[in-house]
């Protein structure tokens, strides 16, 4: 493939927020609600990561979603996922777990395990407002099934969208998402890509350092890539380089929508009025089909 002309810059390093979530489970929130409007079409991404049992053995019971799409990507430990929709799933590591909220359904997930670590990532992806009322959708891929591409020092996980001419386990509409997981041995290259219009972030999760252009990124931070849709040439991409330990990240991107976000927790629609009936049909019961 040819060399990109015009890579994109980081924009804007980002150090997650430590929390909790469900019943307890410890995690950094990465990408936050301030951040929606500039990272649209994503809504979230908690990264999770603990070899304390107390800080994920509660799990996630069950909890309501409305309006987006959950994806879990587990790189360590076991979660099994049941929901009102009669899916269950176990899910393992190097594991994709989508779920599409659609117009409504009741979820839990918990860990299958009482020691050892527990690590991975969810990312939460708006549905366009035509298909917020969509029936709900589940799938669970498993380590085997995701794609992958590489090269000299370069593995690449595609899980949605593409890499390299590698088609990704899941391929989406309207949002066009691509979420790859890259790994790179010491002093390794790599360049992805990325439509113009896309927003897209990186979080690098393993090793000391990673290079995007002349900027670098330390692990436990995200890059916002930066949007240069006008420039000439338009960016095209990005290029990486691992630092002297190598580096893990995931890199993310998508189409905005630039459609109205409404939030109330679990629930993520267009109009207050929607957030109001949806939690009405939350308290009535209507969210388990």
């Known amino acids: 493939m040819d060399a990109l002309k015009n890579p994109r810059k980081v924009e804007r390093l980002v150090q997650g927020q430590a929390t909790s979530d469900g019943a307890g489970v410890k995690l950094v929130r990465v990408l936050t609600q301030d951040l929606q409007r500039r990272l649209d079409p994503f809504l979230m991404l908690d990264a999770f990561g603990t070899e304390n049992p107390g800080d994920y053995i509660g799990g996630f019971p069950d909890h309501p979603h409305r309006g987006f799409e959950t994806v879990t990507y587990m790189l360590q430990g076991r979660m099994r996922h049941r929901d009102s929709a009669g899916n269950e799933g176990?899910?393992?590591?190097?594991?994709?777990?989508?779920?599409?909220?659609?117009?409504?359904?009741?979820?839990?997930?918990?860990?299958?395990?009482?020691?050892?670590?527990?690590?991975?990532f969810q990312?939460?992806?708006?549905?366009?407002?035509?298909?917020?009322?969509?029936?709900?959708?589940?799938?669970?891929i498993t380590s085997p099934e995701v794609p992958e591409w590489q090269a000299e020092g370069v593995t690449v996980r595609v899980l949605a969208g593409s890499a390299q001419g590698v088609a990704g386990a899941v391929q989406r509409d309207g949002t066009e998402p691509v979420f790859l997981d890259v790994h790179l041995a010491p002093e390794a290259r790599f360049e992805q890509r990325l439509p113009p219009g896309h927003n897209a972030f990186l979080y690098v999760y393993r090793g000391d350092m990673l290079l995007v252009g002349d900027t670098a990124v330390r692990r436990q931070r995200m890059a916002i890539l930066a949007n240069d849709r006008a420039g000439d040439p338009p960016s095209d991409g990005v290029a990486v380089a691992a630092g002297s330990t190598g580096a893990r990240f995931i890199l993310v991107a998508g189409q905005p929508l630039g459609e109205p976000i409404a939030?109330?927790?679990p629930f993520v629609m267009n109009t207050r009025e929607e957030l109001v009936q949806a939690v009405e049909d939350f308290n009535a019961g209507r969210l388990v089909a």
């Open 90 to 120: 176990l899910l393992a590591p190097g594991g994709l777990q989508w779920m599409t909220a659609g117009r409504g359904v009741i979820h839990s997930e918990m860990p299958e395990q009482q020691d050892g670590a527990m690590e991975g």
């Open 263 to 265: 939030q109330y927790g």
């Open 123 to 140: 990312l939460w992806l708006n549905l366009p407002a035509r298909d917020k009322m969509r029936a709900p959708g589940y799938r669970d």
